[in-house]
T-cell receptor, first 116, second 109 residues
Framework: GAVVSQHPSWVICKSGTSVKIECRSL??????MFWYRQFPKQSLMLMAT?????????EQGVEKDKFLINHASLTLSTLTVTSAHPEDSSFYIC????????????FGPGTRLLVL | DAKTTQPPSMDCAEGRAANLPCNHS???????VYWYRQIHSQGPQYIIH???NNETNEMASLIITEDRKSSTLILPHATLRDTAVYYC??????????FGTGTRLLVSP
């Protein structure tokens, strides 16, 4: 149980284009989903927290207009990187939590984004 | 900043027990101790968590000291696939998970 998937697993795009990453909880309802970013040789950094049906809460320094988050259902959240630039190249990881089952976050496998 | 401290790296022979320490001397009463691991190029994997009592599951055991200022994650029979970065995090649901630098465990044949 507690499986989280992400799609795509990797993506290469041209500078200036937008990229959408999906995060799904496969066997539980995720009341809250989280988006993290990890640069090479660094630890995970939280970007934003989203609760189903409400606007996401972004961490300081994360541009909400650049990283659009939608959490329209209890099993799906999407992160759209708009007008991507090479410095947005990173490993994007989502996690999901069912608050009724405790506080444990379960992580997806990650999406590697390369912006050329 | 992470509220836990861990050794940057550890080695373990395959088949032996791996004992990964974590110091969380400023942990508050309602914070759990969580352990995750991250195998190269993958998302973090939940291992185990506990509040006061020692915990065991199919992956590992968690030993928490009585004063809760430190804990040890035990992998009873390490395999090569256990090579990963292990993160110890003190956390409640009202906080965000803060990943420190973790312990890089290398399991060798």
């Amino acid at each position: 149980g507690a499986v989280v998937s992400q799609h795509p697993s990797w993506v290469i795009c041209k500078s200036g284009t937008s990229v959408k990453i999906e995060c799904r909880s496969l066997d539980f309802q995720a009341t809250t989903m989280f988006w993290y970013r990890q640069f090479p040789k660094q630890s995970l950094m939280l970007m934003a927290t989203s609760n189903e049906g409400s606007k996401a809460t972004y961490e300081q320094g994360v541009e909400k207009d650049k990283f659009l988050i939608n959490h329209a259902s209890l099993t799906l959240s999407t992160l759209t990187v708009t007008s991507a630039h090479p410095e947005d190249s990173s490993f994007y990881i989502c996690s999901a939590r069912d608050a009724s089952q405790g506080e444990t976050q379960y992580f997806g496998p990650g999406t590697r984004l390369l912006v050329l | 900043d992470a509220k836990t401290t861990q050794p940057p790296s550890m080695d373990c022979a395959e088949g032996r027990a791996a004992n990964l320490p974590c110091n969380h001397s400023t942990i508050s009463g309602n914070e759990y101790v969580y352990w995750y691991r991250q195998i190269h190029s993958q998302g973090p994997q939940y291992i185990i968590h506990g509040l006061k009592n020692n915990e065991t599951n199919e992956m590992a055991s968690l030993i928490i000291t009585e004063d809760r200022k430190s804990s040890t994650l035990i992998l009873p029979h390490a395999t090569l696939r256990d090579t990963a970065v292990y993160y110890c995090i003190s956390y409640t649901g009202f906080q965000k998970l803060v990943f420190g630098t973790g312990t890089r465990l290398l399991v060798s044949p």
